[in-house]
């Protein structure tokens, strides 16, 4: 299976640009998607294909990334944003999650 | 508004069988591919397995293979996923996703039902 690292927590301010890193263990090419997860609530989907931000998630929301190395960025951080931030891949059989990266409001 | 609603969660032997049953409305549900994904607590998502829009196809991880069937009533909209033989290791909770795109991301998601294996 293909796994997807991403490193387990950040904090930073409100106001912040904060940068969310996932590696995955082969080239998913853009298969890449991420997902915001709130405590006590089901996860929803942020953006797709690596790229682009799904309707209605807030611009300030971005993810870039080919390959093997892919980033969600939010720029600036609320603190609405608080919630653990998941990476899928979908380019090898079967679909895989990255371990999410806990993000903290100081 | 697209909406989907699991139930059938619950305490379960471990052995046992359980049958979750997940409703869809706000969509035409005999057009999309449909998914299940479970989250045990503290846990990062694992997708179970899927199933094309008319049926005619499942998928499944290799995790459950052989234990789980995913099934669908595109007449009432409901998506099934029957589980048997279960390990403590099932204890999670089961969530209802529909696919985009060819099902290669997961645009909605249910509230999830929970499942605890235990005796």
């Known amino acids: 299976d293909t796994v997807l690292t991403q490193s387990p927590a950040l904090a930073v301010s409100p106001g912040e640009r904060v940068t969310i890193s996932c590696r995955a263990s082969?080239?998913?090419?853009?298969?890449m998607h991420w997902y915001q997860q709130k405590p006590g609530q089901q996860p929803t989907l942020l953006i797709y294909l690596a790229s682009n931000l799904e309707s209605g998630v807030p611009a300030r929301f971005s993810g870039s990334g080919s390959g093997t190395d892919f980033t969600l960025t939010i720029d600036p951080v609320e603190a609405d944003d608080t919630a653990t931030y998941y990476c899928?891949?979908?380019?090898?059989?079967?679909?895989?999650f990255g371990g999410g990266t806990k993000l903290e409001l100081k | 508004e697209v909406q989907l609603v699991e139930s059938g969660g619950g305490l379960v032997q471990p052995g046992g069988s359980l049958k979750l049953s997940c409703v869809a409305s706000?969509?035409?549900?005999?057009?999309?591919?449909m998914n299940w994904v479970r989250q045990a607590p503290g846990k990062t998502m694992e997708w179970i397995g899927d199933i094309k829009p008319d049926g005619s196809n499942t998928n499944y991880a290799p995790s459950v293979k052989n234990r789980f069937t995913i099934s669908r009533d595109n007449a009432k909209s409901i998506l099934y996923l029957q589980m048997s033989n279960m390990r403590a290791d099932y204890t999670a909770t089961y969530y209802c996703?529909?696919?985009?795109?060819?099902?290669?991301?997961?645009?909605?998601w249910g509230q999830g039902t929970l499942v605890t294996v235990s005796s």
């Open positions: 706000g969509f035409t549900f005999r057009d999309y591919w």
């Open positions: 082969e080239s998913v090419s853009t298969l």
């Open positions: 899928q891949q979908s380019w090898n059989d079967p679909w895989t």
């Open positions: 996703v529909r696919g985009a795109d060819n099902n290669y991301w997961f645009a909605y």
